[in-house]
Each structure stands twice: as structure tokens, then as C-alpha cells.
């Protein structure tokens, strides 16, 4: 068996320091007298011997090696002290790094990201003090600090963060960790502010395939990083893989919340937006009429929520495309059978949709349409005993829908000293909800520029008056029509942030008369 060698100079200190060195002497001395006394001069001190657990002959530990042993434990109370002070230095570093976090949030919530920044980096070497620069501690804080690098316009300097965080998390936890996601996407953002897409592309599909490893191939997760992917590929005009990502990403919201749930109303509106925004005008009109016969679908039978809702889809619709509406009819006879036999309708209810179908078929000019839907709404309210204006709706006068395009007039179409634009008409409203044989009762325009109003006034469109379930012509109409002047929207335009661009209202020219 291996015998241990004494140190004495060590061993002299364990003395010094125990306080053990007189008794252990004294314990020698008796020793060797007894030893003396039993052993004969010149011959070698029988020792007992021990057998150790493997078998083999040990010698009895001797007082030196008890000795140094003891000499190597620290004291009680210094052992305790050290502690102490390591125990309240650890504490003290928590707590600053606790109120750093605290205080980086509240700049980011302010978004004082050039404080935050530094905060942030305070935290990282407060962490690294106390835990040592590979510890996994530092990746939420690396990732903190690369993303408010990059809302801070500074997305180079953060690619160093976002390269260390990754390197960590693969030392760690190896190159699948769900851990990876934050800073391969941060990457990927940087890269796509400095304009590097390619580059982003390949980091936005390693994260991606990260959440396929973790969560499957249909997780919920990747749906922000899908985004990122697309914008990354329009950016290179790679339209046709842009597509394919935005299909992807309607899949798997069809996947999580089914083919007609109410959670598929705005993936499929986003997906619309983005085929309108790439001049594919046939998918998306397709894309949002399914949205919106999901939407209404689900519609809840309240008049309210059906005559905002109805409105909602026909207007947004019809201004979208540009006037032109797809599959008109056959739209919005599904849309009424899924609203009519919806759970719980009333009568009141039904006639009061197919009233706003009649308004929408007015707006969009398929007077043909409209009649009909009066018509079962007419009949509804005779065969139920309805009151309409209990709903606001009056079907016995003829009522404004819309007054077709805003005009602006600057002050030199208007007669000096008069106030705001205005004009009066008198009119008749076909049963088709036009406008017809207008004329200007009063008008404080100058003569040569109330054409303009006349033309403009044309284009307004009225619910008709309803004889018997039947749209009827009503004679003898008679509206005010107030104009915003220029001058009152050039002051509105000043206080604007953003300022409305001037172009896009509809200026009269005014052309003085020849003498």
C-alpha cells in the first residue's frame, strides 16, 4: 500500500495552527518509553497489521498523518466567514443584475434603446463576473442586447452577440436546441437590415428547421419566421418561393384552427393583402371572399354586429378592386343562406339583412340584386309584423348612402363673403337609388364651377323608396351639400404628422369668366 510522505513544514503548521503540537508530543514520548520497555535494545518495534477492504496488509495511519490531515481542514471559523462573505457578494450580484433587467425593460418599453443598450451591457459583464464568459446565463442577455442593437439601427454590431449567443447554446445543449431559434432569427434580421437576403434566408431556415426537430413540421412557432423568409425572398424577387411560404403558412394556421374557424379570417385576409399587392387580383379575390364567408359565418345575430360586419365586407371589398366586384351574386346569396339559417336568428333580423344586401347592391349599382333583396325583406316584415324603425330604417322616404368622391373648392370659386362651399339640389331617386334630373336650388359657387358639383352630385346613390316590397322613383328630393374648402384643408394638412399628400383630393379648377 501506498505510503504517504510527511511534509514537516506543513505539518509544523497544523501544530501552530490546531494547538495540538504539546499533547501530541507528550503522546510520543509515552510511546516510545513503552516502547522501550517491551522491546529489546537494537531490534526492530513490532507493528500490528492491518488488513484494508481490498485484502492487503496496511500499516496503522501514523500521528503525522493525522497530523497533516488536520493541518489541511480549514478552521471552523474562517471556513465560515469565507462563506459568508462569497454568500453575500453572490447575493449582491443578483441583485444588481435583477435591477439592471428591471431598468433594461422600462428603457425598452420607453424605446430609449441607446440606454437600454448600455444597460444591457452592464448586465453582461456583471453575469460574466459572476459565472464565467461560457456560462449559459449570458445567452437571454446576448439576445437582448443584439435585438435592441437592431432597434437601434445598429445591426452590424449586433451580429457578434447573436454569433456568441449561438455558440453557447451549441456548447451546452448541442446544435438542435430549441435555444438556437432567438439568436439564428436575430441573425437572420441583421442580415436582412444590412440588405444581405441570401444570407438571411439561409439563418431564417436553419431556425426554422430547429422548431421542426423541437415541435414537428406543422408547429405554430415558425409562422414569424415563414414572414421573414417571404420578405427576404420578395426582396430578391423570387415571387414564385415567396408564394410557396405564403401558402405554407396558411396551411398551418388551417391545420391548428380547421378549414372554416373564425381564427382563419385574418390569415386569409393577410394572404389576400399579399396577392393584391403583387397584382394577382383573381387569388386575391378568392382569398378574401372565403374570409369573409367564414366571417360571416360565424356572425353572431345581433343587428348591430350584422350591419357593421355587412358593411365591413361589401365596402372593403368593392374599394380593394377597384369598383369591380367578382362572383357577385353567387357571393353573397351564400353569405345571406349562412347568415339566415344561423342558430337562433329572428325574423327581425333576417329582414334587416337582406335590407343591407339591398343597400350594398345599390352602392355597387346591381339595382336588379337590390329589388330582390327589398323585396324578401318587405315581405318579412308583413308576414312577421316587423317594425323597421325600431332598427333606424325608414323604407317609405329614399335615403343617402353615399356622396360619391369629396370635392375641395380654394376660395376663388366661391362668391366673396359667402362662408363655406355649399350648394342645394333638388332631385328625383329612381328605383335604382340614382340621382336624376338634378338641379341647383342654391349654391354659393360661382356659375362657371357648379357643373362640377352637378357631376359630382350624379355619383351619389340613395336606398330607393319602397312601395309594397317594390323599389319605387321619388320626386321632389331635396338635399344641402357643404364642400370643404381649400383653405380649411391646407391648416388641417399643417397639423397632419403624416401629412395627408394634397394630391389625392379631387380640386375643381376654377377658370375665371371671359368678359
Request: proline share 5%; glycine share 6%; aromatic share 8%.
Amino acid at each position: 500500500m501506498h505510503q504517504p510522505k510527511h511534509r514537516f513544514p506543513l505539518l509544523l503548521m497544523a501544530f501552530m495552527l490546531t494547538g495540538f503540537g504539546p499533547a501530541l508530543s507528550a503522546q510520543s514520548a509515552d510511546s516510545g518509553a513503552s516502547n522501550e520497555a517491551q522491546t529489546p535494545s537494537g531490534t526492530e518495534a513490532a507493528t500490528e497489521t492491518v488488513i484494508d477492504v481490498d485484502g492487503m496488509a496496511a500499516e496503522p495511519e501514523s500521528p503525522l498523518d493525522t497530523a497533516e490531515s488536520i493541518a489541511n481542514e480549514p478552521s471552523p471559523n474562517t471556513a465560515a466567514t469565507d462563506a459568508g462573505e462569497a454568500a453575500e457578494a453572490e447575493l449582491m450580484l443578483q441583485m444588481d443584475r435583477i435591477e439592471a433587467k428591471a431598468t433594461y425593460e422600462a428603457l425598452i418599453r420607453e424605446e430609449k434603446y441607446h440606454e437600454a443598450i448600455a444597460v444591457a451591457g452592464q448586465t453582461l459583464e456583471m453575469t460574466e463576473q459572476e459565472l464565467g464568459r461560457a456560462s449559459f446565463e449570458l445567452v437571454p442577455i446576448l439576445n437582448d442586447l443584439g435585438l435592441t442593437l437592431i432597434e437601434a439601427g445598429q445591426p452590424e454590431a449586433s451580429l457578434q452577440h447573436f454569433e456568441r449567443s449561438v455558440k453557447l447554446v451549441e456548447d451546452h445543449h448541442g446544435i438542435f436546441s430549441s435555444d438556437l431559434v432567438t439568436p439564428l432569427q436575430g441573425t437572420g434580421l441583421a442580415l436582412q437590415k444590412l440588405g444581405n437576403h441570401a444570407g438571411a434566408v439561409n439563418h431564417f431556415h436553419r431556425a426554422q428547421h430547429v422548431t421542426h426537430r423541437n415541435e414537428g413540421v406543422g408547429n405554430f412557432s415558425q409562422l414569424p419566421i415563414m414572414q421573414m423568409v417571404s420578405e427576404s425572398l420578395e426582396a430578391q424577387q423570387l415571387y414564385s418561393d415567396a408564394e410557396r411560404v405564403q401558402r405554407g403558412m396558411l396551411k398551418i394556421n388551417r391545420m391548428k384552427w380547421g378549414e372554416d374557424s373564425l381564427q382563419m379570417v385574418d390569415p386569409l385576409k393577410d394572404l389576400s393583402e399579399w396577392y393584391y399587392r403583387f397584382a394577382d387580383f383573381n387569388q386575391a379575390r378568392f382569398t378574401y371572399r372565403k374570409a369573409a364567408e367564414i366571417q360571416l359565418g360565424h356572425l353572431h345575430p345581433d343587428v348591430e354586429d350584422m350591419r357593421s360586419l355587412l358593411h365591413e365586407m361589401a365596402l372593403d371589398y368593392f374599394d380593394k378592386f377597384g369598383g369591380y366586384w367578382l362572383n357577385g351574386r353567387r357571393l353573397n346569396d351564400r353569405i345571406l343562406s349562412k347568415t339566415l339559417i344561423h342558430n337562433g336568428t329572428t325574423d327581425a333580423h333576417r329582414a334587416y339583412a337582406f335590407v343591407a344586401m339591398g343597400d350594398f347592391f345599390i352602392q355597387v349599382d346591381k339595382s336588379r340584386n337590390a329589388a330582390t333583396a327589398y323585396q324578401k325583406a318587405w315581405q318579412l316584415a308583413q308576414a312577421y309584423n316587423i317594425d323597421f324603425a325600431s332598427m333606424d330604417v325608414d323604407l317609405s322616404k329614399p335615403e343617402q348612402l353615399h356622396f360619391g368622391p369629396s370635392l375641395v373648392f380654394n376660395e376663388n370659386a366661391i362668391e366673396s363673403g359667402t362662408g363655406e362651399p355649399y350648394c342645394e339640389f333638388n332631385f328625383s331617386v329612381g328605383s335604382d337609388g340614382r340621382p336624376r334630373r338634378i338641379k341647383v336650388i342654391e349654391c354659393n359657387l360661382k356659375p362657371n364651377v357648379q357643373r362640377f358639383a352637378i357631376q359630382n352630385f350624379n355619383r351619389a346613390r340613395f336606398r330607393p323608396m319602397i312601395e309594397d316590397g317594390t323599389p319605387v322613383t321619388r320626386d321632389n328630393v331635396h338635399v344641402r351639400r357643404v364642400y370643404v374648402p381649400r383653405e380649411l384643408i391646407n391648416s388641417k394638412l399643417d397639423q397632419a404628422i403624416p401629412a395627408r399628400p394634397i394630391e389625392q383630393e379631387a380640386v375643381v379648377p376654377v377658370k375665371e369668366p371671359t368678359p
